[in-house]
Every structure is written in C-alpha cells, then in structure tokens.
C-alpha cells in the first residue's frame, strides 16, 4: 500500500530554517513525480516546490523562490524541503503529495494543478517570535 508520511514540523523563529521530510513507502519515490504543498485555514491549499519524476526538473511557487529546496533521496525513499528565511507568513501545513507513475508532467504543473492522487496527513510549520 502506498504511503507517504510527513515530519519535521516545529515551531521556529523568523528568519529560522526547518528541514521536512517525507517518506514513502509501498513504492519507488524515483519513480514518481513528488510535490510539497501547504495550506492555512481558511485558504485553497498551494504549491510549493515539486520536482517532476526521473529527470528531475524542478518547480517552486514565486513565495518561496530562493528560501526552499525540495530533494530526493532515493536510497532512503525520502523527499525533503529544506526552508531557509522563514518568515510568519510560511506558517502553514505542509503536505506532500505523489503522482502516478504513468503520468509524466512538468514540476511546475503539479505545483499549479495539485493533480496528485496520493497524500500524506501532513506536518504543521509555524514561524513565530
């Protein structure tokens, strides 16, 4: 069964970093097109930072440009998004999310679309003094 379980959310200062991971299990993460999404209350959820499958082309929402970094790493079946400059505004639930991998799309276009099936339960960032 496949499963991706989120971790490294914590309360951290403004202009922190933080470190999430999300691993997967029941399937290859190489083989998959991955996305990280965030979402407050009261607002639609939003793209991050997703990284398409194999050729590893790489899409990250205007916000976050230049402060986050999404990776792989494919002996540990993990994907991570490593956030530096944190500001309150980063405060948020973080999610990471799977294609399918008979679909091979953009990075950018998952981060715009959110057309991924699979999803984890999500991990809380809040950046706050």
């Known amino acids: 069964q496949l499963q991706l379980v989120e971790s490294g959310g914590d309360l951290v200062q403004p202009g922190g970093s933080l470190i999430l991971s999300c691993a997967a299990s029941g399937f290859s993460l190489d083989d998959y097109a991955i996305g990280w999404f965030r979402q407050v209350p009261g607002k639609e959820r939003e793209g991050v930072s997703c990284?398409?499958?194999?050729?590893?082309?790489?899409h990250n929402a205007a916000a976050v440009q230049g402060r986050f970094t999404i990776s792989r790493d494919n002996a540990k079946n993990t994907v991570y998004l490593q956030m530096n400059s944190l500001t309150p505004e980063d405060t948020a639930v973080y999610y990471c999310?799977?294609?399918?991998?008979?679909?091979?799309?953009?990075?950018?276009?998952?981060?715009?679309?959110?057309?991924?099936?699979?999803w984890g339960n999500g991990t809380l960032v809040t950046v706050s003094s």
């Open positions: 990284i398409s499958r194999r050729d590893g082309n790489m």
């Open positions: 999310a799977a294609d399918t991998p008979d679909r091979w799309y953009s990075a950018s276009y998952y981060c715009f679309t959110r057309d991924m099936p699979y």
